[in-house]
């Protein structure tokens, strides 16, 4: 996903990272700071004290309430004063989650989403919204399917949704660091982590992939772009499973509709990510046209889809990387040496890596810098607010982790089965070590639920050998099985 850092009071510009395009074929992570080190931690501690060294010590701390801090900067003229709510074609059945978290703890952590506005349902962030695409997901922020006995299921429950706003934060909150300049430094965290889904599109709330006529102060705006917002990549095999739009309409400013840079909470951006989540919309029944109309992510409210994209993305693994939820719920597989080291079970740490390849660890001071650091402290403060544990300091930073989670070996893609291709006999696809477009979930890796998945992609493998050969390098001369 795509890191967005508003400096715009500090520095007046804007800084960025986008995810390593080349680490999604090859599952290639940064494993430039392996150190080698003890962890040792105490699970249950439960750290109410941010940025204090001695974890032992617990004190209550006031988390503060929406109505005490500064208002944020709007943008644009605010939501209309009617509108078609969200809806859900699909009339999911309310989540577990809807028992705890409320629309007034929604209300009370993100007062300024929405460019600074507040929750509102004509717009993309709202509990609304939220509640809808927590229903497709009914093992989010509740006690379903999870197995750890680290913590207890109220913990549990209260550790997933803090993770999941924590990155929510860093990628496109307000990000207000001023905040610091005037308050005390609790009373600035408390408002500077409630301005969380504050930004709409990557660039901001005057994004410069869009036409300076219409920056972004309204969903809408996202229809089009510049160039440099298409985020399109074209490999043989991406274009064959998700080709980018090449549509273009009248305006000088931005001619490209297919615009697949950074959008909804988390930032859902490149082609084979709006592709991969249309992939997932087709299988509950909802057929949207991402590839060609990627501003639906922005604009769809039957239904609401920011969020849902978002959620999606943190439910979802995508092999070598176990989804976000897994690794803070424990449900993944870390190996031999990452166990022994401590990064096993429900942590949070290397969630960062998964979502933007961050490892740097957490500044001494606050509000530190952006990157690991910010999604570190935000979870600290969600989990504080909610009265959950962190878990160990250790594994709040995937800096120590010993093993990159590409470098766990097992197999992580369907591939043609190259034992076989050369045979008189028919094509197939079997499991291989690098990644690809269409995944092999090993059962020792991912949780049950994603290995069903695994006899469908593998016809879907098999059936694009014979639509598109060449993809694969293979043609009827090399490859004999293509005539069978
Ligand atoms: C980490 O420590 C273990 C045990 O002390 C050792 O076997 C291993 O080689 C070390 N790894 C690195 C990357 O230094
Ligand atoms: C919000 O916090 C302020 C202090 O910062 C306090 O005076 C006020 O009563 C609080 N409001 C609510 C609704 O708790
Ligand atoms: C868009 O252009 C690329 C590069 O020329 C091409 O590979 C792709 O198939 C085109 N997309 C569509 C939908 O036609
Ligand atoms: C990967 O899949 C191949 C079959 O394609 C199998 O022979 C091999 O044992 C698998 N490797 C692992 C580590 O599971
Ligand atoms: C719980 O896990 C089982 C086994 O993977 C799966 O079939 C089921 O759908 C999961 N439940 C939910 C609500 O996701
Ligand atoms: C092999 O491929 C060539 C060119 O794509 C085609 O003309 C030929 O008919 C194919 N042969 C068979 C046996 O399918």
Not at 48 to 74: F, L, M, R
Not at 121 to 137: G, K
Not at 178 to 186: C, S
């Amino acid at each position: 996903m795509l890191l967005w850092n508003n400096l715009l009071s500090v520095l007046n510009a804007l800084v960025y990272s986008v995810e390593n395009l080349e680490g999604f074929e090859n599952g290639l992570l940064d494993d430039a700071s392996i150190i080698n080190t003890t962890i040792v931690g105490d699970s249950r501690v439960h750290q109410h004290n941010q940025g204090t060294e001695d974890n032992s010590i617990v004190t209550a701390i006031d988390y503060g309430n929406a109505s005490s801090c500064p208002k944020a900067a709007k943008y644009g003229t605010g939501p209309p004063e009617s509108c078609t709510e969200p809806t859900d074609p699909n009339n999911m059945p309310p989540s577990e989650l809807e028992s705890w978290f409320t629309q007034e703890m929604f209300e009370d952590l993100f007062p300024f989403a929405n460019l600074g506005w507040g929750p509102s349902s004509c717009w993309p962030y709202s509990y609304a919204a939220f509640r809808i695409a927590s229903r497709y997901f009914p093992e989010f922020g509740t006690s379903i399917n999870v197995t750890n006995t680290v913590y207890t299921a109220d913990e549990n429950k209260k550790r997933d949704l803090a993770a999941f706003f924590a990155h929510a934060v860093q990628e496109t909150g307000e990000n207000n660091i001023a905040l610091y300049d005037t308050l005390a430094d609790q009373d600035a965290s408390n408002c500077f982590y409630r301005g969380g889904f504050y930004n709409w599109f990557e660039g901001g709330p005057t994004s410069s992939f869009l036409d300076p006529k219409t920056p972004g102060y309204t969903p809408a705006d996202g229809a089009s772009c510049a160039s440099a917002g298409q985020y399109c990549s074209a490999s043989d095999q991406i274009t064959y499973f998700y080709p980018c739009s090449n549509a273009t309409i009248d305006n000088t400013a931005a001619p490209y509709k297919g615009c697949y840079f950074g959008r909804g909470a988390i930032q859902i951006s490149y082609n084979y990510n709006y592709g991969q989540f249309q992939d997932w919309l087709r299988s509950v029944n909802i057929n949207v046209d991402l590839l060609n109309e990627p501003n639906l992510v922005m604009t769809k409210m039957d239904p609401p889809l920011a969020v849902l994209a978002s959620l999606w993305f943190y439910m979802t693994p995508q092999p070598p990387k176990p989804a976000m939820h897994d690794i803070v719920m424990g449900n993944w597989n870390s190996g031999a040496k990452n166990k022994a080291a401590g990064y096993d079970g429900p942590i949070f740490g290397p969630t960062s890596l998964i979502i933007n390849n961050e490892c740097s660890g957490e500044d001494p001071t606050n509000p530190g810098g952006p990157g690991e650091s910010r999604r570190i402290k935000a979870f600290k403060w969600f989990c504080g607010y909610f009265d959950a544990p962190t878990g160990p300091e250790q594994t709040l930073s995937c800096k120590n982790m010993p093993v990159p989670l590409d470098q766990i070996f097992y197999n992580l893609s369907y591939q043609p089965d190259w034992s076989s291709t050369w045979k008189e006999v028919p094509c197939t696809c079997a499991p291989a070590s690098y990644g690809g477009l269409i995944f092999y979930y090993d059962p020792e890796y991912y949780p049950a639920s994603f290995v069903a998945q695994n006899a469908y992609n593998r016809i879907k493998c098999i059936a694009s050998i014979y639509a598109n050969p060449s993809m694969y390098s293979m043609d009827n001369s090399t490859s004999p099985c293509l005539n069978y």
